[in-house]
Structure formats: C-alpha cells, structure tokens
C-alpha cells in the first residue's frame, strides 16, 4: 500500500499543517495540497513558499474529492470546520487532525461525520513551538518527533495504517493510543507545566519588586518559564477541552505543594532533600533516554 | 587601586570558585591561588588543570597571609569553616563568598568575624550550573553575568570596590543590594521555581502512568524540569536558609494556583485567556531583555 495521496487539504495553513505539507512535497507522496484559512496574507504566503499550490478560504468547496483533509487549526475552530465540510466529503476521503487535546476532537468526529468514521483518526503531532504561521513551516519538522494517533473504535485499520505511513514517511515515531489515555498523559507532562509557568510568570509580574526581579533572573527562570511565552487563546482552549484530566492533575499538584510549604515551614529538610533527590533522578534519568532518542 | 591579590585563597574549589581562580590568573591578578576542599581527588584536578597553585585540606593553615578568601561552598559548611579559620586571617584579608542566600550568611560573617566585618562582602555571583567540581571551572564563566555584592553595614567602602574591581575584571555585572533585599528576589526568580520543579517531577514520577508520560514528554517538559535536576542537598540547605522569604513566595503560588483551580473547575475561558496573557505578555517583554544582555 503506497500512503500516495491525489489530494491533499490543510485546514490551518501554519506551522504544523505546512511541515506536513512540505515534506510530502518532497517525498513525492502527495500530488496536490490545497490549503485553507483565514488569513489572505498567510495563504499568500504559503502559495509564495510552496507549501500549498493552491489556497481557498472555503473549507467546504475545498475539500471535495480531497484524499485527506487534515485539521490543523486550533481546537476551538473544529467544531465549525467539521460541520462546514461534513455533507462535502467524498466517500473515500480520509479525516484526521492535529490538536493537543483528544476526547474533543473524538467527540467532534462523532457529532460531526458519525457518517464516515471509519475513515476518521484523531492524532497530535507533537511539534510545538513558539512559532506559527505558514512562514514557520519547515521541512524535517517531524524528524524523531513522535506522533500519537488515537484511532476510534470506528476507524478502519486501512485508514489508521495509512495515516501512520504518512507521518512515518516525514520521520516521525507513531504511538496508538486511545483519547482517553491520550489526554490524560497530557494534562501531566504538558497541560499542567503550561498552566504552572503561566501562574507563576503571573505571580512574579504582580509582586512590588517586580522590576528588580526580572533584572536578576537568570537562566533557571528562563527555561522554567518559557513555556509561560505560548499562546494564551491556545492554552485557554486546551484547559477547557481538557478540563477533567487537567483538574486531577491540578489538584494533585496543590496537594503536593501543600506538602512542600509544610517542609519548609518546619524546616525538615531531610523530607526536602528525599523530594528533591526522587526529582532529581527522575528527571536525570528521563533527560538521558530523551537524548538518546532525540 | 589596583585589585592585585598576592594570595587567594578559594575555599571550595568548584566551578564557581575555579572559574574566577583561573580568570583572575588570566589576568594577571594573582600571584598565587591555594585551593581549599574535602576530597583529594578534586584538589589534584584543579592543580593539574592549573586552576589552583597549592592545594590544602586544612582551611585554618591555608588562610594564612591571604589578601582574600572567598568562600564557594556550599552554605550549609560555611558555619564551621569560618569558626576555623577566624582565628587566623591576617589584619588585612577580605572574606567574601558565593552563596546562593545572603542573610544568613550575613549572620555567620557577624557571627564568626565579628573582629573584622570591615574586610567582610557577602556576594553571589549569579552563574549556576548542573556541573560541578574543579573539572567544570572554565574561563570566561562570568563574563556577561551578574555578581550581586551584599555589603554589611560595617564592610568599609575600599573592601566593596576592590571585591567589585575583580569580579568586574572577570566580565561580571555588579549589583549592589541588601541581604534581604537578596533574599527576596531570588526566592521569588530562583528559589521558588526550583521547589515548584522539583514537587512537579516528583508527582509526574509518582503517577501510575509515568512510564507513558515519561515517554511522551517533550521539548516544554524539558526546559521546565531542567533546574529539577539541581543539586538535592544544596537545594535542601537554600530552602532552609531562605525559609522565610521562600514560604511567602510558595504561599503566594499556592492561593495563585486556588484561584487557577477554580478557572478551571468553572471552565472560566475569559479569566484563564487574561492570565495567560499577562503571564505571556510579561514573559516575552522579559525575554527581550535578557536575550539583549547576555
């Protein structure tokens, strides 16, 4: 089976969207990629770098006869998208996205093409950055990034397998999981770090010294903090469609942080360096496996 | 007035003490730089790699004659070395150090050199690093960066300078503070995000799911977790010295992190995209500055 696509639509012509473009470009493994959005002067950027050859700002007509259309818009805007495109889909055109979060985006598919779900799999590439736009994509952003496909119980093995070709072919890892699982594992490494820098930014901003603070912060506060720097509308989006997961794991995190203050409250600073040692070589042993596959 | 020191004596001999050792040789401001440790084997590898010139494990012996001594140990053994050797700084040797906590070493000066707190500034040359060890010293190590110097009321002014004029010698940034004004700053930019980081990758590593959230984290789990992977026990001494500014810092976050709770729990959209904002806006503004800098 050649993962070979005739027709290929992007719906959110950025970052994420346009890197998959490309590389299937490139690969030879796509012959036409339309490219949808909001923006004029991004999809005349996109034409202008070769990312899409066509660009259209109607979802609807753009996706007929498509062999793929891929949603890489924020997950706020799928809803909309899906119900624009759902009556327009061919019977073999193939659906999947690449949100952050996936029990939406699988309720979504659901509510939207219970008609074709089959042929529907909800992913998420795992290629942030702090860039967007159609000017941010780039060839081999996928290269050793992982990708997790959260098939539904509906969709084909063919349409899963196929899928999975494509983003091989771009170098990325493939792991299945279910949406479920899926976000769950996020809220912990992701969600939850995003909304802690968020908060604490927030809190260093608002505090009388603020000036003299940020004069003397340093490398520490530079990399603890720069997820603080992503997209505020993304990440509200992400909280609220995750808001389960995100709440467990939040709460948790009080807890624990609970228990820190009363460390330090009562100085027991063999219960510190025990917490601070378990971090320690969790973290040093992740950071090596991470190298190594990175 | 020239910094010329005849004789320095470094008193941990690490990579922050190494590093000046060497630029200072560098440089042509010192004739003679005697090394102070626990472990024999550090103290042969910083006289082969010519970081130091003698090497002692007897601090009382060594401080002898010294123009300065500069105390880059951990703070928690600050105590007992400076019982030892207070007794044998010559009339005219300045006592500095490299403590990551100021008021409390402020304390031991007053406490242990009361005789000469004239020839006493506490600093804190702001260069951490996750290495460690004479091995790590390296030229250049300050250059760009900043050395906050917390002079005591009784420190005379040409003890300032002349401390000034060497950290300045080796590219270093010189801020002039109190040890509570220190103290608070660097709970809040440095102090309180190591706790946060270390309590965040403990839960992650306590969760029955580790080993696929392990698996799955990326990029922004990285730059958050980096300072997890700090030094256990020189954390443990930090937290215990700055427990006062430290708890109010964490008490802040933790009714901070209430009120991001409650965001969620209330799918709250409109309050979640402004404190994002804030937080990115302030990040980003921050980033500018320090990018400029550095």
């Not at 490309?22 to 950027?45: F, H, Q």
């Not at 509200?236 to 469609?241: H, K, Q, S, T």
């Amino acid at each position: 089976m050649t993962p070979f696509l005739n027709k290929l639509v992007i719906i959110g012509t950025g970052l994420i969207g346009g890197s998959f473009a490309l590389d299937l470009k490139r690969l030879g493994l796509v012959g036409e990629v339309v490219g949808v959005g909001r923006s004029p002067e991004n999809l005349e950027r996109a034409l202008q770098l070769g990312v899409i050859d066509h660009a259209s700002r109607d979802a609807a007509t753009a996706v007929r006869d498509a062999d793929l259309v891929l949603l890489s818009t924020p997950v706020g805007q799928m809803s909309g998208i899906l119900a624009q495109i759902a009556p327009h889909l061919a019977a073999h055109t193939l659906v999947s996205d690449a949100g952050s979060t996936k029990r939406d985006v699988a309720a979504l598919f659901r509510q939207h093409l219970g008609h074709c779900l089959d042929r529907c799999v909800p992913a998420h590439p795992i290629a942030g950055s702090d860039l967007s736009g159609a000017a941010a994509a780039r060839y081999s952003l996928y290269e050793n990034r992982t990708v997790v496909l959260t098939p539904l119980v509906e969709s084909r093995p063919e349409t899963v397998e196929r899928i999975a070709a494509l983003w091989s072919a771009c170098g990325a890892v493939i792991k299945t999981m279910s949406p479920d699982e899926h976000d769950s594992v996020f809220a912990t490494v992701s969600h939850l770090p995003h909304l802690l820098a968020f908060a604490y930014v927030a809190q260093v901003a608002a505090r009388p010294n603020a000036e003299a603070c940020f004069d003397l912060a340093s490398t520490g506060f530079r990399d603890f903090t720069r997820i603080a720097g992503s997209h505020p509308e993304m990440w509200r989006d992400i909280a609220l469609a995750n808001r389960t997961a995100l709440l467990a794991d939040l709460k948790d995190y009080h807890a624990a942080l609970a228990t820190v203050i009363s460390m330090v409250e009562t100085s027991d600073g063999a219960a510190m360096a025990e917490l601070f040692e378990t971090a320690r070589d969790a973290r040093t042993n992740w950071f090596q496996r991470f190298k190594a596959k990175s």
